[in-house]
């Protein structure tokens, strides 16, 4: 119950840093909003419009498990939480995320026209708050309780 509510958290943080991010670029970088349109340009049954519960699902249930695979990371290499881990950690989360949207946009036969290096760069600084959120947490919680 605590990686779901800490997922929801983090992932509420990176999706807010990405959709200011999106307000002062004038780019479409709502991921929400973007896998609605990647449901929608496929031959998939499932249609939604932009701001379709849908994507909104999709991007939390992601946010989920990229929570408990790093939890699983954490305990089996028995890191201790910290700054510099939950960096390298968004890092590596980023890059990971990197990764799936390509595949996702190169699998589109109808592809976001989005500026990709931008998305990426402010994908691997999401990713960063998002660790950066669940560490903060962790730290609150080892403190206080």
Not at 39 to 54: D, E, F, G, Q, R
Not at 114 to 131: E, K, S, T, V
Request: charged share 5%; hydrophobic share 55%.
């Amino acid at each position: 119950m605590k990686i779901l509510i800490l997922s929801i958290i983090a992932t509420s943080l990176m999706t807010a840093f990405s959709y200011l991010y999106s307000f002062f670029t004038g780019h479409q970088f709502r991921e929400p909003e973007l896998l609605n349109q990647l449901l929608n340009s496929n031959a998939l049954p499932i249609k939604a419009t932009s701001n379709s519960w849908i994507g909104w699902f999709l991007h939390f249930l992601l946010g989920y498990v990229f929570a408990v695979l790093l939890y699983l990371t954490w305990n089996f290499l028995k890191i201790e939480p910290s700054w510099s881990i939950a960096v390298i950690s968004g890092i590596v989360a980023g890059f990971i995320g990197v990764f799936s949207w390509q595949c996702l946009f190169s699998l589109s036969p109808d592809p976001p026209a989005i500026p990709l290096f931008n998305f990426y760069f402010q994908l691997i600084i999401a990713h960063i708050i998002f660790c950066l959120s669940i560490i903060v947490f962790e730290m609150l919680e080892s403190h206080f309780l």
